[in-house]
T-cell receptor
Framework: GAVVSQHPSWVICKSGTSVKIECRSLDFQATTMFWYRQFPKQSLMLMATSNEGSKATYEQGVEKDKFLINHASLTLSTLTVTSAHPEDSSFYICSARDPGSSYEQYFGPGTRLTVT | AQSVTQLDSQVPVFEEAPVELRCNYSSSVSVYLFWYVQYPNQGLQLLLKYLSGSTLVKGINGFEAEFNKSQTSFHLRKPSVHISDTAEYFC????????????FGGGTRLMVKP
């Protein structure tokens, strides 16, 4: 089956620094990837939709200048949390759309970000 | 816009007992329905999905769900749970022709006790 990886699986950074999270589709090309945020014991909230070769579409309330998304190739999307603060600490999950399906998404294992 | 409600935030159950995790949705158009499982510090794994056809859908790990259009529900069931089923379960909906956009319910923590 289709596999999506994320790197790193966890990261600790100091307040004010920037952190980059990578999402890769390992055995298929993904023109569309999605970034979600999950707070402890809560559901997944869609942050943005990432389309290869174009600007990401952000959900209402998500700061596009703080959460920079780049989808430079058909197998890689990156999320950069700029000037991170403790309130950005969360579990970030990406998913990739199956190009052969109108409904299927494959999820990455997630990245735990802790900002101190 | 669609929404998903999972009525129970936590469901404690004894091992080998049956379980039902409830999910209701609202949408003005036809939808696809999904159940995902999430183990601690991991991503989501697809349990099963309803696209069309038979309203009773069987998934992995012995789970099944039934789509009820009149009640806009998609409850998840398992006749006999195991300790290893302890996890967070998410119901999700995607409107047809909406570009795979998924809306998730709040999640239900299934706690299986020995």
């Amino acid at each position: 089956g289709a596999v999506v990886s994320q790197h790193p699986s966890w990261v600790i950074c100091k307040s004010g620094t920037s952190v980059k999270i990578e999402c890769r589709s390992l055995d298929f090309q993904a023109t569309t990837m999605f970034w979600y945020r999950q707070f402890p014991k809560q559901s997944l909230m869609l942050m943005a939709t990432s389309n290869e070769g174009s600007k990401a579409t952000y959900e209402q309330g998500v700061e596009k200048d703080k959460f920079l998304i780049n989808h430079a190739s058909l197998t890689l999307s990156t999320l950069t949390v700029t000037s991170a603060h403790p309130e950005d600490s969360s579990f970030y999950i990406c998913s990739a759309r199956d190009p052969g399906s109108s409904y299927e998404q494959y999820f990455g294992p997630g990245t735990r970000l802790t900002v101190t | 816009a669609q929404s998903v409600t999972q009525l129970d935030s936590q469901v404690p159950v004894f091992e080998e007992a049956p379980v039902e995790l409830r999910c209701n949705y609202s949408s003005s158009v036809s939808v696809y329905l999904f159940w995902y499982v999430q183990y601690p510090n991991q991503g989501l794994q697809l349990l099963l999905k309803y696209l069309s056809g038979s309203t009773l859908v069987k998934g992995i790990n012995g789970f099944e769900a039934e789509f009820n259009k009149s009640q806009t529900s998609f409850h998840l069931r398992k006749p006999s749970v195991h300790i290893s089923d302890t996890a967070e379960y998410f119901c999700a909906v995607s409107e047809r022709n909406a570009g795979n956009m998924l809306t998730f319910g709040g999640g239900t923590r299934l706690m299986v006790k020995p």
